[in-house]
C-alpha cells in the first residue's frame, strides 16, 4: 500500500429540487442496471439527489483514475454491497478503488482512493439546529460534553460537524447508519476559522487498535466530512475542481 495515499474528492452541485437534472440527464449518465434503479425510485427529490449523486461519483472516477479516462458514464454502473457501501464496475466488472458518494441538499459530493485495501467515508450534511433529544439518542458522552463548551451560535455547526463524522466513520466500515452511532466518536475537532482542511481525532472504543484519519471543511451551508482507516500514511487530499476538471 503507498504510505501517503492520495483521496480524490469532487462535488456535484444541482437546482433546488434537482433543477437541471431531467430524465434525459439519466439516460444519458447511467447504466441499464442503474436506470432500472432510477425507474423504481417513487420520490421526485430522492431520485434526483440519486442521480446527482451517481454523475457525481463517475465524473470524479472518469476523471483521476487513468483506465477510465473517456469512458462512456453508461459502461460504468456505482452499485451497492448488501451493507450499502458503494462500489464501481465496469461493463459489468468490479473496479478495486474504495468510493463514497452523500447528497445533501443540491449538493452531492463523492471520493475515491486509487489505494486498495483502505476503508473510505465520506458525508455531506447542511447546517441546522436539532433538538436537544436527538444528541442525546446518537452522540456518545464525552461528544454531548464537546457540545456543553460550545458558544451558543456556534452549536448547529459544531453539532452537525459531529454528526457528519459519526457518519462518515461507520461509512469507512462499510456499515453505514445500520449500526450505533455511539460506536464511533469525535474526540476533537481542528481550529474551525481555518480554511480548507481541518483534521479530527476520531475513535471506535470497540476497535481500540484502528487507525483513523478524519477531516472536515465549511462549504457553505454545508460541512463536508471525509474519514479513513487502514492507511499507513498521511493521506493527501486532492480537489478536482467543478468547472475545470482539474486537480487541485
Known sequence: MHDNPIIYWYLGEAGPEGAGLTTDSAVQCLSTEELRRFDQLRFP????????????????????VPELDGIEFRCLTIANHPQGAPYALLNGDPLPYPLSITHRAGLAAAAVTTSPGIGLGIDLEWVEERDASFYTDYFTPGESRVLTEVASGELASIGTLIWSAKEAMLKALGQGLR?????????????????????????????????WHGYWRRVENHICTVVLIGAAGQPVLRKVDRVTGELL
Not at 449523486?53 to 463517475?58: D, E, F, L, S
Not at 481541518?198 to 472504543?205: D, I, Y
Open 45 to 64: 427529490k430522492r431520485s434526483y439527489e440519486w442521480l446527482l449523486g451517481r454523475i457525481t461519483a463517475k465524473t470524479l472516477l472518469r476523471r483521476c
Open 179 to 211: 449500526v450505533d452511532t455511539r460506536s464511533v466518536e469525535v474526540l476533537r475537532i481542528g481550529n474551525i476559522s481555518n480554511q480548507g482542511w481541518k483534521e479530527l481525532e476520531l475513535m471506535a472504543p470497540g476497535m481500540p487498535d484502528t487507525l
